[in-house]
């Protein structure tokens, strides 16, 4: 029986589609080999799936990409039944401890290992990884489901409580945080020395506090003494600035337990959320107490108090005074903040300040122009007679030299008084006045030229 080059290789498809899935591809092509004896000249393609097929003169043959293919696929199949298996992570080991190890125990390892591999006081390669693994296992171990959970189940059985890898663990330096109260509870780090608590419990220097004061115009120019009313936080004299009433001593919160942070942790379908924040019945010092009548526990009162303060000649709107210590009381003992005063300057009627110059308009007649006079012009350091020469040009500026303001912190300098000079030029005349400037006209037409 004979079959055409395209029934024979329709037949060779269909029984390499019925062969079983891992047959030998060889059977498949010898099959379709034997059923076609037909020759052609040239070759045909067909395409199956992503394989290809080649017709040729000396029956069929199959591709390269057929071959890789199917190789491919039996690889994958075979890494596909494979498992990976990984130990997991003694948390005994890491801290250092035995498997009966009490809180205790627990706690003071994990303490002395922070310590030794936290990154900023340890920079060798790896400490930081030794870090996390040290706090995960601390975390495991001091809480007692968590323990029971690893001791039965191992690390697979954190995950499964709801862990979902490094996700389920806090950042171990909030932990740390949370641990040892910030870089100052290590002794030695940061070289504070001093417990999380007594971190906290540190005096706090006080706030600052702005007044704002409003000068005359010489004031400013020359300087003066002001007393001023000041209301600001003091030390409660009551309490001494503790906060605590009289006859009374502070304990431990008991809502941190004196860590004076308290931690919540929220469940999200992405893992645990920590989140750390100031204790709010303590506001994180640590420690509570009975409040002082006077001062409602803060440790200072608002009071009002008379202050002398020397304003120095040459300030200005703008300028800002610093009187040392005169701010508000700090917490625990700590520092007094500064008073500033802001100064704000009324305006002259007259005088115009330009930097440290001063500014001033004078008028004169158009006789005073061309003939010269002597007027009297204001300055900061009363009337003073300006003399304006022969022939002064309207909108001309004479200079009275040191006339103006003293620059700030050089007293023995000053700047100088421009006067601007406005020519007056009246718009009617008497006939006599006219009578006279049209002879002044006429004679100067006759004047020679180039003559004054």
């Known amino acids: ?48 799936g992503v394989d290809r097929i080649n017709w040729s003169s000396g029956g069929f043959m199959t591709s390269k990409p057929l071959r890789l293919s199917i190789l491919q696929k039996q690889q994958q199949r075979r890494q596909s039944s494979s498992v990976i298996v990984r130990a997991d992570a003694d948390y005994y080991s890491i801290l250092g401890v035995s498997k009966n190890a009490s809180k205790a125990d627990i706690k003071s390892s994990y303490r002395k290992l922070a310590r030794q591999f936290h990154p900023d006081v340890n920079k060798e390669p790896g400490a930081e990884q030794k870090f ?3 706090s995960n296992a601390y975390e495991v171990l001091s ?30 330096f909030d932990l740390f945080e949370t641990f040892f109260g910030g870089m100052g509870g290590m002794g030695g780090m940061g070289g504070m020395g001093m417990g999380g608590r007594a971190a906290r419990n540190r005096s706090v ?9 409003l000068l005359n115009f010489k ?15 003091e030390s409660c004299a009551t309490c001494n600035g503790s906060g605590a009433k009289p006859g009374t001593s502070p304990v431990t919160c008991g809502t941190c337990g004196g860590q004076g942070q ?44 008379k202050i002398s303060l020397k304003v120095p000649a040459g300030v200005d709107s703008g300028s800002r005074l610093r009187v040392r210590s005169e701010g508000n009381a700090g917490k625990r003992g700590g520092p007094p903040g500064d008073l500033y005063v802001f100064i704000n300057v009324r305006t002259d009627p007259e005088l115009k300040r330009d930097g440290n110059n001063i500014l001033v308009t004078c008028k004169i007649s158009y006789i005073d122009a061309i003939l010269g ?49 406005q020519v007056d030029i009246p718009k009617r005349l008497s006939s006599e006045e006219r009578k006279l400037v049209e002879e002044l006209a006429s004679l100067n037409k006759v004047k020679p030229a180039g003559s004054r």
Not at 10 to 37: C, E, F, T
Not at 270 to 277: A, D, P, V, Y
Not at 387 to 398: A, D, R, V, W
């Open 1 to 48: 029986m004979a079959f055409t080059g395209s029934q024979s290789l329709r037949l060779g498809i269909q029984q390499q589609q019925g062969a079983p899935r891992d047959a030998p591809l060889h059977k498949s092509v010898a099959s379709a080999h034997r059923r076609s004896r037909c020759s052609r000249s040239s070759f045909q393609e067909s395409r199956h």
């Open 132 to 134: 996390k693994e040290i």
């Open 143 to 172: 809480d007692d489901e968590k323990r029971s959970i690893y001791d039965k189940f191992g690390e697979a059985g954190l995950k499964g409580a709801g862990a979902s890898g490094a996700a389920g663990f806090t950042n171990p």
């Open 205 to 213: 220097q006080g706030d600052d506090e702005r007044y704002d004061l």
């Open 219 to 233: 004031d400013a120019v020359f300087g003066t003494d002001k007393e001023i009313e000041v209301t600001r936080l």
């Open 262 to 305: 308290v931690a919540t942790t929220t469940n999200t379908p992405l893992g645990q959320f920590r989140q750390i924040s100031t204790c709010p019945v303590c506001g994180g010092s640590g420690e509570s107490s009975t409040p002082c009548n006077a001062c409602g526990g803060d440790g200072r009162v608002r009071r009002t108090k």
């Open 373 to 421: 006079t002597s007027v009297k012009v204001p300055t900061v350091d009363g009337v003073v007679d300006l003399k304006i020469p022969t022939g002064t040009q309207p909108g001309t500026t004479l200079v009275m030299a040191k006339r103006g303001v003293p620059y700030l912190g050089k007293t023995n300098m000053r700047g100088d008084q421009l006067v601007k000079v």
